[in-house]
């Protein structure tokens, strides 16, 4: 997700730093930034010398004070409330009082991540859809003491990149996730039963409700981990057990089979 950001941020003309632990993920990053413009370039809706002036925007570091001069951040690590909280606290630290914090999270409180910092009024949640470049929608979540200031300056940002802006309150999983995974965990809970094959039940989807995807597939291309995030988040935010993740969904994520990303989920890749 956060190449994606950064590749679209680049290619609507800001300066980008691309910041992750290690040296190998940036180059991953890199690559896949490359294979998606390179794509636009052979279908000819992006010239050559402008994929080279996109991926010249993009600075990549394992430095986090190397964010120190950013006016927003967008975080996009691990989807673990404990990981993206030290981040907050960094962040927070290092950025100018002006910057702006966004968080790309699919489900976890932006109120709780805006209260690891000192500047909860700046700190907001941008959901960026997958594949980045591709989808339109960026879901702008306020947290409880996120400042009209701050939404007024996403939503206008979020324009500039060619996204469209939908605003939505803080709470578990927000819109898109509260509506989403429920259905992908349901569809893994009629394979554990034994319902239907993964054929049957994507096609069904697929055909039947003219969904592009199925929603086993669409759980691998998400990952497995990912998906299970989300599950427990609203599962403990509702306190409600038609929430409980599968143990099938467990199981996968327990086996390091999470998807696309591991070459293996409900499918193989
Ligand atoms: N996968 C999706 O379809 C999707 C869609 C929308 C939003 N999201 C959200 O985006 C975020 C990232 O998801 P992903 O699927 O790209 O996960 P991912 O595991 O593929 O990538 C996370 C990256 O964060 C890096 N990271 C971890 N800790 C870090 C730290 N302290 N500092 C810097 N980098 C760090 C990891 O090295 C890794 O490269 C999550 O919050 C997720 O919920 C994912």
Known sequence: MGNGIAQVAARS????VMCDVSAEFLARGMKAIDKSLQRDVDKERLAADEKNAITGRIKTTTEMAELASAVIVVEAVTEDLNV???????????TA???ILASNTSSISITRLGSAT?????????HFMNPVPVMKLVEIIRGAATSDDTYAKVHALTEKLGKI???????????SNRVLMPMINEAIFALYEGVASR???????KLGMNHPMGPLTLADFIGLDVCLAIM???????????????PLLKRYVDAGWLGRKSGRGFYEY
Not at 118 to 126: C, F, L, Q, S, T
Not at 165 to 175: A, H, N, T, V, Y
Not at 199 to 205: F, K, N, R, T, V
């Open 13 to 16: 003309g800001f300066d980008v």
């Open 97 to 99: 009082p002006a910057a």
């Open 118 to 126: 000192g500047r909860a009024d700046k700190v907001i949640g941008m």
């Open 84 to 94: 993206k909280q030290k981040v907050f606290q960094s962040l927070d630290s290092i």
């Open 232 to 246: 427990n988040v609203l599962h403990e935010g509702f306190g409600d057990s038609k929430y409980r993740p599968c």
């Open 199 to 205: 054929e049957s039940i994507d096609g069904i989807m």
């Open 165 to 175: 802006p939908l605003e939505c309150q803080d709470s578990p999983g927000f819109i």
